[in-house]
């Protein structure tokens, strides 16, 4: 079964950085565009990035563009994200998924479990 695993969340302070990891099986990594989407407290569902299937091209929300790299590896199916300069207020629950689109178009067919980013002083 698909299985997304993610990793890396923590605490960190503003201005920092964190890097996260999503471990994937159960499906055909390589042919599938990724993202990251993350929902802070009491808010909803936030697209932060996308990834096509062949790792060339990321697209990011405005909100964090220039701040947060994301990338892929299929030798380890894996998909990370690089997050520099972080904001108080990006304190969220970070998923990564497995989907297509864009900000609020984005549609997602497989998610993980979640890993925390607390960004505080």
């Known amino acids: 079964q698909v299985q997304l695993v993610e990793s890396g969340g923590g605490l960190a302070q503003p201005g920092g950085s964190l890097r996260l990891s999503c471990a994937a099986s159960g499906f055909t990594f390589s042919m599938y565009g990724m993202m990251w989407v993350r929902q802070a407290p009491g808010k909803g569902l936030e697209w932060v990035s996308g990834i096509y299937s062949d790792g060339v091209e990321s697209y990011y929300a405005d909100s964090v563009k220039g701040r947060f790299t994301m990338s892929r590896t299929t030798a380890k199916n894996t998909l990370y994200l690089q997050m520099n300069n972080l904001k108080p207020e990006e304190t969220a629950l970070y998923y990564c998924?497995?989907?297509?689109?864009?900000?609020?178009?984005?549609?997602?067919?497989?998610w993980g479990q979640g890993t925390q980013v607390t960004v505080s002083s």
């Open positions: 998924a497995e989907g297509r689109g864009r900000g609020t178009s984005a549609e997602y067919d497989y």
